[in-house]
């Protein structure tokens, strides 16, 4: 049964409106009821008792804000009345009582069918990169592009050219303006694809970017680890790799950082230095060559059943809303929580969404230098951010705020859930592989593309991404499984979503129930289900450029 307001944790002061609520709206609160002394819109939250100015607001049992002004009984807190406000912490942590792993005696001999590499993970999909090593090849990485992507049979864009072509003839049959914007146009159409001769390669993914030159040698040398954790990636067979020859992020440079992820690196690696093979044609024609032979090599790998403990999630959330702390993100914390349970990993990161609980996440560390590691990395970026004039405070977008995440704090301590609650075994700095099972900290950017596309630099085969507003985000190599946080996201969307989890907020499932329900969607997306945003062809990738440019 859907209820009209939510507690999150039982020592908080506020409610979540869980549907539009009028002036007047008797709502439960400890045994009792109050009323609303104004309309208070579905996703935002109402102070029942009141606040004095200055008084802490607690949501999911942590300080998320104070009231800036006085605020009614049963009135709505907005921007105008609340700012952000969190509690220090203490980065040598507290004993916590041993982590209660949840029951998965029912997952326990399931498996996956995957493509196992000769380092011994195990791919979800089977992809040959593309690279440039620096943005003066992206447009040789667009040639490439365009000479193999629709012959091979991965042209996946839909074509809308029928609609163009229909508004020309209303435009010479001397059709007004009114008419031209009142046309029905017809859908677009599929571009009709070609049979695959690698039918057991997902497609050739180019990874254009625009660093690996101009900028400071760290930030060269962080997108060779960046670039060298895809090509070592178990979603990826081979890779080429286009270099101009000069630039900063050099060859040399890039296998060093394989060799740090994968010292016996045995996959097919072509790179290609155009300043010494001359002219483009040349260098065109080499690329095309070896680039398909690699994908002769890369057709020879099969799917084969591999334990769920192989499974490396990425937990991200984008265009959250007021209910993807209650519905989708925990959810995600269950499976987590299953998953880690069952021996695999899994990744938190966007450490601008973890300001707020600190402390629970330095009490979760399974030894100090890991909780001493994440505090540091917190003030680092935190202090980094404030100097530029800005601060973790800022990072609510507009959508956020508009559909009620009024603070970074309660949007943080929202996000965190998806995490669950299993210990923290290691911390890891962009952009580090994980080589630890259980649940890693990655420092990433709140900017989801940016994080995503770290997280699967540090080894995710999967990503879980709530989203409350609807973004059609996805990675070039890993399934980016969409969840939505609310059902009528799910109905107005249902192209880019894979998976809605407002069936919590709709009181027809538990969190557990909706979190067993995408372990299992899991499964069947990492044995080869296509999700929205491999469909739509959607493969965003932003490398986190963290110095200056020189």
Not at 467 to 480: E, Q, R, S
Request: contains cysteine; glycine residues 10%; proline residues 6%.
């Amino acid at each position: 049964m859907k209820h009209q307001v939510a507690r999150i944790h039982p020592a908080d002061n506020v409610l979540v409106a869980l549907v539009d609520l009028p002036v007047g709206t008797e709502v439960p609160w400890e045994g009792g009821y109050v009323t609303t002394a104004e309309a208070i819109p579905a996703k935002h939250k109402l102070a029942p008792l009141g606040l004095s100015p200055g008084e802490p607001v607690t949501m999911y049992g942590v300080l998320v804000g104070k009231a800036k002004e006085a605020i009614r009984p049963g009135g709505r807190l907005t921007t105008a009345n609340m700012q952000h406000a969190t509690n220090s912490y203490d980065e040598h942590g507290h004993q916590r009582a041993a982590w209660q792993a949840p029951d998965v005696s029912a997952w326990q001999d399931r498996t996956f069918l995957g493509y196992h590499r000769a380092d011994g993970r195990v791919g979800t999909a089977n992809y040959w990169l593309v690279i440039p090593l620096v943005f003066c090849e992206n447009r040789n990485i667009q040639v490439l592009k365009d000479a193999l992507i629709t012959d091979l049979g991965y042209e996946r864009r839909k074509n809308y050219q029928p609609e163009t072509r229909k508004l020309l003839s209303l435009l010479q049959a001397g059709k007004s303006v009114g008419e031209i914007l009142s046309a029905d146009l017809a859908a677009g159409e599929d571009v009709a694809q070609s049979s695959r001769p690698f039918p057991n390669v997902d497609g050739i993914r180019f990874l254009s970017h625009e660093g690996g030159c101009g900028g400071i040698r760290q930030d060269a040398q962080t997108l060779c680890g960046l670039l060298a954790g895809y090509i070592t990636h178990p979603n990826v067979a081979g890779a080429t790799v286009l270099s101009l020859g000069c630039q900063n992020a050099q060859a040399s440079m890039l296998q060093e950082e394989i060799a740090k992820r994968d010292p016996n690196f045995s996959k097919p690696l072509y790179i290609l230095d155009q300043q010494k093979l001359g002219t483009e044609e040349n260098l065109i024609s080499t690329a095309l060559r070896q680039t398909f032979a690699g994908l002769m090599i890369a057709n020879q790998a099969r799917r084969e059943p591999a334990p769920l403990k192989a499974l490396n999630i990425g937990l991200e959330c984008g265009g959250s809303d007021g209910f993807s702390g209650i519905s989708a993100n925990p959810a995600l914390g269950h499976v987590s929580d299953m998953l880690v349970a069952l021996g695999g990993s899994v990744i938190l990161a966007e450490f601008p969404e973890l300001c707020g609980v600190e402390q629970e996440l330095v009490d979760r560390s399974v030894e100090p230098a890991v909780a001493e590691r994440f505090s540091s990395l917190m003030k680092a970026y935190g202090d980094s951010a404030v100097a530029v004039g800005s601060g973790f405070d800022m990072n609510p977008s507009p959508g956020n705020i508009r559909d009620g995440l009024i603070t970074d704090a309660m949007k943080s301590a929202g996000a965190a859930r998806k995490g669950g609650s299993s210990p923290v075994v290691a911390v890891l700095d962009y952009p580090e592989p994980v080589t630890k099972p259980g649940l890693n900290l990655l420092c990433t950017p709140g900017n989801d593309v940016e994080s995503t596309t770290a997280e699967v630099g540090s080894g995710a085969n999967i990503v879980l991404f709530t989203t409350g507003l609807g973004t059609p985000t996805g990675n070039p190599i890993a399934p980016v499984i969409k969840v939505a946080s609310n059902t009528a996201l799910a109905k107005r969307m249902p192209d880019i979503i894979d998976v809605n989890t407002g069936t919590v907020i709709d009181g027809e499932e538990t969190i557990e129930q909706a979190g067993e329900r995408i372990l299992d969607y899991v499964i069947r997306v990492a044995s080869g289900e296509e999700v929205a945003a491999v469909r739509h062809d959607q493969t965003d990738f932003i490398p986190w450029k963290r110095g200056v440019s020189l």
